[in-house]
C-alpha cells in the first residue's frame, strides 16, 4: 500500500498489488445472480448488502484493514484519531460499478463526517485498446481518420512561451480526484484499489471504445467508542 499526501490535503492510499483472493471473492459475487433483476444487465449497479459482503471474509477484511490504515496514518490528524479508544467500523454502502462506451462519472463528493471510499477494480480494461479506438474513429462532419500513431493534444509552454503538441498518453476512463486544485488521475488496473476521504472531489472521465469498466466501491465509516459504550447494531468491532 502506498500512502500519497500532499500538503493542505488529506491524503489518499493507492495498492497496486490487492491479493488474489480478495479478487475472487468479489468476482464470486458479482457472478451471483441474486444481485441482478435481470442477469448481467450492464445497466444495473447492483449494490451488495453488509451480510453478502461480510460473508466474502478476505474481500471483508481487505475492505477494513486498508481503509482503517488510512485513516489511523495519513490521515490521522485530519480525522482526529484517538489511540487511546477502541473503534468501530460502519460500511454504509457497497457496489459494482459497471461502465460502458460513453459512461461516465462526473465530479462528486460524499459528504458523511469519517467515510473512506474504497474502489477496487476487478475487470480488464485497457488503454491501449481505448486509443486504438481514437486512431481508427471516423468523424462525419467533417470526414477524417485519425493518421498518427497516437493522438495529440495541446500543451503551454512556458519556457518558450507557445503552445507545443505532444503524444496523448489518454484520460479516458480514468478515475480521477481533485487535490489543490489540480486533477489527478489513476489508471484502472485490474488488481488495483483507490482509497480517498469520501469529501475529497472525484470521478471518472468517459471513454469510447467497446469495453466494460468494472470496478467495486465500499464506504467506510470509523467511529471512535468511549468508555464503556457499548457497539451500535449497525457497527462492527475492527479486528485483524
Known amino acids: 500500500m502506498t500512502n500519497i499526501y500532499y500538503p493542505k490535503t488529506k491524503g489518499i492510499g493507492i495498492d497496486n498489488k490487492v491479493p488474489e483472493n480478495v479478487i475472487d471473492d468479489i468476482e464470486q459475487l458479482f457472478n451471483s445472480g441474486d444481485l441482478y433483476t435481470i442477469k448481467n444487465d450492464i445497466e444495473l449497479q447492483p449494490h451488495v448488502n453488509f451480510e453478502q459482503l461480510q460473508e466474502k471474509k478476505n474481500l471483508y477484511q481487505y475492505i477494513i484493514k486498508s481503509c482503517f490504515n488510512l485513516y489511523i496514518t495519513t490521515l490521522k490528524n485530519f480525522f482526529e484519531y484517538d489511540e487511546s479508544h477502541n473503534y468501530v467500523s460502519h460500511i454504509s454502502t457497497s457496489w459494482f460499478l459497471q461502465m460502458k462506451s460513453n459512461d461516465y ?29 481514437l486512431r481508427n474513429r471516423v468523424i462525419d462532419k467533417p470526414k477524417y481518420v485519425y493518421e498518427n500513431s497516437r493522438p495529440r493534444k495541446s500543451k503551454f509552454d512556458f519556457e518558450n512561451g507557445k503552445m507545443t503538441e505532444e ?12 487535490m489543490n486544485d489540480i486533477a489527478y488521475t489513476h489508471q484502472p488496473e485490474k488488481n488495483s484499489c483507490v482509497l480517498l476521504p469520501g469529501n475529497v472531489l472525484h470521478g471518472v472521465y468517459p471513454f469510447y471504445s467497446d469495453q466494460i469498466r468494472l470496478s467495486f466501491i465500499t464506504n467506510v465509516s470509523f467511529f471512535k467508542l468511549e468508555e464503556g459504550e457499548k457497539i451500535p447494531k449497525e457497527c462492527s468491532p475492527i479486528q485483524f
Open 105 to 133: 462519472v462526473p465530479l462528486h463528493c460524499h459528504e458523511e463526517i469519517g467515510q473512506i471510499v474504497a474502489s477496487i477494480y476487478f475487470g480488464d480494461w485497457s488503454i491501449d485498446k481505448e486509443l486504438e479506438y
Open 167 to 178: 503524444d496523448y498518453g489518454g484520460d479516458n476512463g480514468l478515475f480521477y480526484y481533485v
